[in-house]
């Protein structure tokens, strides 16, 4: 091949991946898109019920458009919100998550946290994110965030702590069973303590964690819990087309980084996030935009 060739190869190819990253950082991470589903998981008489699944805002203060498309999504009128946790991005980051979820907070709701609610990220070597994890014990954690400051905002809003909690409450004019863990991915997670088989006279049962670890979800549809809420795994975040997410940064497989599934082995419903955020060290997306998820509940 000859030199001049060689040189316009490597030239276009440069300006393929400047062009690639551009729309990445500036364009689709900023494309947010409101996804719905049906989940078939309510008693045969029953009627519909819609749930707003939000995850990963990772809000670092200025993101205005992302807390107005946030905001917005109250036109939605969902009977219930669940946040999975990831909120926050910032030791300022508060104000700017109450502006996105104000509107929302005449709505029942319930919540867990992720480690990025607890403390701030840092950068990683993006290989760390496609090799095979062992543990957690070369997790490192960032600057402390006011995680107790958003808690006691959102539950004197009336909404529900979760994090190792299991509680009942009243949505769409019938009972429904929660039970959370905080987040497994930096093992808060105890479920032993809120395990047991759902009440029979809840109408419905959701399990909520931040991360989707199989041992969690394992235990929760073992109990009988119909649908289960994650977030965590940003869809893959960069994803290549006609194959997917790269990773999930949990034992979870590739082919359930976002979206509806059954989870394997059992009758529950599992809706994983890809969320609204970036880690504010690689602020792309690919194949991956930002999302929210409405999914309206029906008969089975």
Not at 29 to 34: A, E, G, K, P, Y
Not at 65 to 78: E, G, H, I, N
Not at 210 to 227: N, Q, Y
Not at 250 to 268: E, I, V
Request: aromatic content about 6%; overall charge negative.
């Amino acid at each position: 091949m000859e030199k001049r060739t060689v040189l316009r190869l490597a030239g276009g190819l440069a300006v393929a991946g400047a062009a690639t990253l551009g729309y990445a950082s500036l364009i689709e991470r900023n494309r947010f898109t409101l996804r719905r589903y049906d989940v078939p998981v309510l008693d045969a008489d029953a009627e519909p019920l819609r749930i707003l699944h939000l995850s990963d805002l990772h809000m670092m203060p200025g993101q205005r458009r992302k807390q107005a498309w946030v905001a917005s999504l109250a036109a939605t009128d969902p009977d219930l919100v669940v946040v999975t946790g990831d909120n926050m991005a910032d030791p300022r980051s508060v104000p700017g998550v109450l502006r996105a979820l104000q509107p929302l907070l005449d709505v029942p709701g319930a919540f867990v946290f992720g480690s990025n609610d607890y403390t701030g990220p840092v950068w990683k070597n993006p290989l760390r994110y496609v090799v095979p994890r062992r543990g957690e014990e070369g997790y490192r954690h960032g600057v402390e965030l006011p995680y107790e400051d958003l808690r006691d905002v959102l539950v004197n809003a009336g909404w529900t702590d979760l994090n190792n909690a299991r509680t009942s409450i009243k949505a769409g004019g019938r009972l429904i069973e929660l039970v959370g863990v905080d987040d497994p991915h930096v093992s808060r997670d105890d479920y032993e303590s809120v395990a047991g088989r759902v009440a029979p006279e809840a109408a419905l049962s959701i399990g909520v964690t931040h991360s989707p670890e199989s041992r969690v979800l394992d235990a929760m549809a073992e109990d009988g819990l119909a649908l289960l809420l994650a977030g965590h795994t940003h869809g893959g975040q960069v994803c290549v087309p006609f194959y997917g997410a790269l990773t999930t940064n949990c034992d979870l497989p590739r082919s359930m980084a976002r979206g509806l599934h059954r989870w394997p082995g059992s009758d529950a419903w599992l809706h994983v996030s890809a969320g609204l955020g970036t880690h504010p060290t690689a602020p792309v997306r690919f194949a991956c935009p930002p999302e929210a998820s409405l999914l309206t509940l029906i008969p089975c």
